[in-house]
């Protein structure tokens, strides 16, 4: 599956950003989606995934309440809306995905996943 992010930029402490990540090749509903990031000098970290119906999703603690992920699968696309973000926010962002028999099912490390989008870049201003 080919898996395409989009929706980034720059952004002040406070506001909020929409980020999309298109799939295509494979049938999208198979598939846990999950987003990382990664801040600069730092490792990719996990930010949240959300199961195949949608019916289930996981957040890293800092993000808890504040992002939001989502997903259309008529559309093959699934969003991560951030909201009330933080300069530590500020990372390039990948979507990720995972191929599974498990409906509910959701993964939270990176070598998990097979599939990744190029990025996005998310910058938050004090």
């Known amino acids: 599956v080919q898996l395409q992010a989009s929706g980034g930029g720059l952004v002040q402490a406070g506001g909020s950003l929409r980020l999309s990540c298109a799939a295509s090749?494979?049938?999208?509903?198979?598939?846990?989606m999950g987003w990382f990031r990664q801040a600069p000098g730092k490792e990719r970290e996990f930010v949240g995934a959300i199961s195949r119906s949608g019916g289930n999703t996981d957040y890293t603690d800092s993000v808890q309440g504040r992002f939001a992920i989502s997903r259309d699968n008529a559309q093959n696309t699934v969003y991560l809306q951030m909201n009330n973000l933080k300069p530590e926010d500020t990372a390039v962002y990948y979507c990720a995905a995972k191929l599974t028999v498990y409906t509910g099912r959701l993964y939270s490390t990176e070598y998990e996943y097979d599939y990744w989008g190029q990025g996005t870049q998310v910058t938050v201003s004090s």
């Open positions: 090749g494979r049938t999208f509903s198979n598939y846990v």
